[in-house]
């Protein structure tokens, strides 16, 4: 099995300051047939569903606000929020989607400082 | 845009069994897979089932839940045997964004099932 990490467990920004979440796997989820990473991201908030803010470790879902970003390729990935905005406090979970199981990280709560 | 919304959820003794279902509307439900993830209090997003061209299961229910759809009612279930009090979680319905196992692109509110005695 695949297994997803996150860092840190948890990080406080400023409102308007840059939000940085690590995500990292325990083997590359990047298929070189298509050159696609099969890595997501999703935001979920208390008493929600979760939702996709990223896919193919770098796709902004449709109406994802720009500030969120998602980079990396293999088994190294970043979400970035560039300019932490209220509604922003959640946890992100990232998740591999390359083989199953399809496995989640732990998760990075994200809160205002 | 799409919703899905599922029910069976409850209190049920270890060893028990249980049946999710999950409806699904404004899509065209026969063209994609569908998953169950769960979330244990207090806990993070788990896996657990997948069902497209292919049915799959997390390690931990391996053996024990079957996923399975009926796409003239645009539902997918999950029939939940031999609980554990582990088993213990909301239970989320998702839409995969292919056919294939992809990101999951919808959620349901989820449904809670409660194993104890």
């Known amino acids: 099995d695949i297994v997803v990490t996150q860092s840190p467990d948890s990080l406080a920004v400023s409102l308007g300051e840059r939000a940085t979440i690590n995500c990292k796997s325990s083997?590359?989820?990047?298929?070189?047939?298509?050159?696609?990473?099969?890595l997501a991201w999703y935001q979920h908030k208390p008493g929600q569903p979760p939702k996709l803010l990223i896919y193919?470790?770098?796709t902004r879902q449709s109406g994802v606000p720009d500030r969120f970003r998602g980079s990396g390729s293999g088994t190294d990935f970043t979400l970035t929020i560039s300019s932490l905005q209220a509604e922003d406090v959640a946890t992100y979970y990232c998740?591999?989607?390359?083989?199953?199981?399809?496995?989640f990280g732990p998760g990075t709560k994200v809160d205002i400082k | 845009q799409g919703q899905l919304v599922e029910s069976g959820g409850g209190v049920v003794q270890p060893g028990r069994s249980l049946r999710l279902s999950c409806a699904a509307s404004?899509?065209?439900?026969?063209?994609?897979?569908m998953h169950w993830v769960r979330q244990a209090p207090g806990k993070g997003l788990q896996w657990v089932a997948f069902?497209?061209?292919?049915?799959n299961y997390g390690d931990s229910v391996r053996g024990r839940f079957t996923i399975s759809r009926d796409n003239s009612e645009n539902t997918v279930y999950l029939q939940m045997n031999s609980l554990r009090p582990e088993d213990t979680a909301l239970y989320f319905c998702?839409?995969?964004?292919?056919?294939?196992?992809?990101?999951?692109?919808?959620w349901g509110q989820g449904t809670m099932v409660t194993v104890s005695s």
């Open positions: 998740q591999q989607y390359y083989n199953s199981p399809f496995t």
């Open positions: 069902i497209g061209t292919t049915k």
């Open positions: 083997q590359s989820v990047l298929y070189s047939s298509n050159n696609k990473n099969y």
């Open positions: 998702a839409k995969d964004h292919g056919g294939t196992g992809q990101a999951f692109d919808i």
């Open positions: 193919w470790a770098s």
């Open positions: 404004g899509f065209t439900f026969s063209n994609y897979g």
